[in-house]
């Protein structure tokens, strides 16, 4: 039988070596948040015949918008984003910005799109999108010690499930992160949507784990904890591959052939399911291995920074 | 399997009744036209409308001020033509409006957004028939006069009837808006117009005059505005008819959706969803054989179910809400290959196909159970943020991955459960087993 527990210092550190990078990213970069999160106004501008970028930027700037930014977003259409919110009520400052623009560079603008948000909403986004993920992280943790309340310890299988949630989610943020400054890619409320359905999908998935290591625990004759979470791991190994890979043939999909609005949303549901299939077979079994076998001082000096301290203590 | 037979015919007339409320897609039975598109889809405009609660009348609670502003932005959207506005109170002083298909945003928020205060002016004269100045140098003052309660009122638009209109000046052939005050209207109007006449009197609307004349006569119950462009007559009768609003509002939020781009997302999403379920169809068959048939049957069963339910709620199907759809056919299959995989441990560990399909049904039913639960817990917590900051495309998401979900979990257990058992029961099939060692080398 193939010895999956042994391996699961390998397994930690496999994910060390994907969120180590992506926290660091987010404490030096944080992640570049798009319209949801921002005051300001943001427009898709179609231009017949076409301009280039600079003029768009330098008639903006003429037009006394010095802080636009400016994103060519394929064929002639522009993404123009402005830190103003004057746009909302002064109707006649959005039609000067177009006749503006239609005059200086001799061509027909068509806004096709307009979104104007002030501040007070958009930091109160910011704010739900951090509640709602704490209180989501807290309503697993005790649907699952509900779940497993018949199990000795019942509060360790929801931190373990938490845990793995918190690694995913961390995943997710940190990739986020990396792709904000190497490609400009902004997180929006859809990110958010997608980063609670990755949590819904690990949990998901770890608990299937989990539900077959109570069966096999209860059943009893497996052996140690440790072979009881191995066996355990292995017979729904086929099924925790297959699932991925049918979630992962549909999202493959969508990221290809669906439309824009959905591209980076389905992005942060690939690699939340790829994660979420991940931790739950080498992270959250894993730890309750960790847990019952009261390996933390193990876990932690094998954390290589905070290994001096370890030892030394 | 009596029991087994039974579940089939229900199983079939359900679909029978999914087919027949879904289909064609823009059918208008069950009283409604197609499926319900979200502004992402359809195009259109999406404010959020602050209010200012400070200045709403103090015998009103906070709550029953914005019940009756919302209530005045519905007469007003509903009075304007724009098909299917939606309004709803948002947080403790929050209004979305959602406008679909909607061409002229700018108007449409001058239309809602402003309060529309109507006023009687009239001039205060001292003893040598100068106007009286307020301390701002203005020559008008609100109207006020007895009425049939004995106590002094201000004559304002809330003595209105509700039947304003639009008419032409017979000799002009310049529109005028004109309106006719309600009984108690009429008897302020009557006292004001008999202590002023021959002087002068206005209408105001939000601090604005917009109409001044000479008192000829007493009048009671009717009067005229004109000097007005067509389209600001029309708005005002709305305006006027719908009410004042009782607290200001202002705009803070903003989105326009183009219809054509919708239209674009929605077809792109749409082939993607019908390839991404093709191959999971074509995965099942492939990996499980026959049981893999069954499931991809239950698959196409459960996706009908969902939509007649998406259309008898109705929910509002956005880009976010039908990736929803397609990722919880991705959870359905999940159920499946749960159950399928025990069937095939209790079948490895040599009991009976009978025995095996009660035994891996009744195995997989916990993992099903829980997993499900948990992503119901995310709905829930998604669809409260989406509500409380007014995402509608966040709350679709959540809405059709739940419905979904619980549609998966009434599909896995009932619809695939009664095909294997018919199958099995029938005689049909006695080569799953061989099937599944030889899957298994």
């Not at chain 2, 019940?67 to 005045?72: D, E, G, L, Q």
């Not at chain 2, 052939?173 to 202590?195: C, R």
């Not at chain 2, 009197?201 to 119950?221: M, P, R, Y």
């Amino acid at each position: 039988m193939f010895d999956f527990v042994g391996k699961r210092y390998w397994f930690f550190l496999l994910s060390a070596l994907i969120i180590i990078p992506g926290i660091i990213s987010l404490s030096v970069f944080g992640l570049k948040t798009g319209i949801d999160f921002n005051s300001g106004t943001s427009m898709t501008l179609h231009f017949s015949p076409s301009v280039d970028e600079t003029q768009v930027r330098s008639t903006l700037s003429n037009l006394g918008y010095k802080d636009a930014i400016v994103q060519h977003t394929g064929a002639d259409d522009f993404i123009v984003r402005l830190a103003t919110t004057e746009l909302i009520t002064d109707q006649t400052k959005n039609q000067q910005l177009i006749n503006g623009l239609n005059t200086q560079l001799n061509t027909t603008t068509e806004q096709k799109d307009l979104s104007v948000l002030s501040a007070a909403i958009a930091a109160q986004t910011a704010r739900n999108a951090v509640i709602a993920v704490i209180v989501a992280a807290v309503g697993i943790l005790l649907y699952i010690s509900f779940a497993f309340r018949k199990m000795p310890k019942p509060l360790r299988w929801g931190t373990c499930a938490v845990i793995a949630m918190i690694h995913d989610v961390l995943v997710v943020v940190g990739i986020f992160s990396i792709l904000g400054w190497a490609a400009g890619v902004e997180i929006d409320a859809l990110f958010i949507t997608g980063m609670l359905t990755v949590v819904g999908y690990s949990v998901h998935d770890t608990i299937v784990v989990f539900d077959r290591i109570r069966e096999n625990q209860s059943r009893g004759g497996g052996g140690s904890f440790e072979n009881v979470v191995n066996s355990s791991i292995l017979q729904t190994m086929t099924r925790s591959l297959n699932t991925s890979l049918t979630v992962l043939f549909v999202l493959l999909a969508l990221f290809v052939l669906g439309g824009a609005t959905i591209h980076y949303f389905t992005l942060v549901l690939l690699i939340g399911v790829i994660t979420g299939t991940y931790s739950s077979v080498c992270n959250a079994s894993q730890l309750l291995i960790v847990w019952e076998n009261n390996e933390w001082g193990r876990f932690v000096s094998w954390i290589p920074f905070l290994r001096k301290k370890a030892v030394e203590g | 399997m009596k029991r087994d037979s039974y579940f089939l015919v229900f199983i079939l007339i359900l679909l029978g009744l999914a087919l027949w409320a879904i289909l064609p897609t823009n059918s208008t039975r069950l009283g409604r036209n197609g499926f319900q598109l979200g502004l992402d889809l359809k195009g259109g405009t999406h404010l959020v409308y602050q209010a200012d609660l400070s200045q709403k009348d103090p015998s009103l609670t906070d709550a029953q001020a914005l019940a009756a502003v919302k209530a005045t932005i519905e007469r007003r959207a509903n009075a304007s033509g724009v098909t299917e506005p939606l309004i709803q109170t948002q947080g403790s002083d929050r209004i979305v409006v959602e406008l679909p298909g909607i061409k002229d945003v700018d108007a449409a928020i001058n239309l809602i957004g402003t309060t529309a205060l109507l006023q009687i002016m009239v001039k205060h004269y001292d003893t040598s028939g100068n106007a009286i100045l307020d301390a701002n140098g203005n020559p008008w003052f609100v109207a006020t006069a007895m009425g049939s309660d004995g106590v002094t009122h201000e004559l304002t638009g809330k003595y209105l009837k509700p039947n304003a209109q639009v008419v032409l000046n017979q000799t002009t052939n310049q529109p005028e808006v004109s309106f006719e005050w309600n009984t108690e209207g009429a008897v302020l109007f009557k006292q004001i117009t008999s202590d002023n006449k021959g002087k002068l009197l206005a209408i105001f609307l939000d601090q604005t005059n917009i109409e001044t004349a000479t008192v000829q006569d007493v009048i009671s119950d009717r009067g005229v505005i004109n000097g007005l462009k067509l389209k600001d007559a029309q708005n005002l009768v709305i305006q006027l008819n719908s009410g004042s609003l009782i607290v200001p509002l202002t705009v803070i939020q903003r989105t326009d959706v183009d219809a054509t781009l919708g239209a674009d997302s929605l077809t792109k999403s749409l082939t993607a969803g019908a390839i991404g379920i093709g191959i999971v169809i074509l995965f099942m068959i492939f990996y499980y054989g026959l049981p893999g048939v069954i499931a991809a049957t239950a698959l196409l069963i459960y996706s009908a179910l969902v939509l007649a339910v998406y259309k008898l709620i109705p929910v509002t199907l956005t880009l976010p809400g039908i990736a929803g759809f397609i990722i919880s056919v991705g959870m359905a299959v999940d159920a499946n290959v749960l159950i399928f995989e025990r069937l095939r441990e209790e079948l490895r560990a040599g009991r009976t196909l009978h025995r095996a399909v009660d035994e891996g049904f009744r195995r997989a039913w916990p993992s099903i159970r829980d997993s499900n639960i948990s992503t119901f817990i995310t709905c829930i917590i998604l669809y409260w943020f989406g509500n409380t900051f007014g995402a509608f495309m966040v709350k679709g998401f959540a809405l059709t991955l739940f419905i979904g979900v619980a549609i998966s979990m009434f599909s896995a257990v009932l619809i695939t459960r009664t095909f294997i058992s018919q199958l099995i029961g029938g005689g049909m099939v006695k080569g799953l087993s061989i099937h599944e060692v030889k899957n298994n080398v």
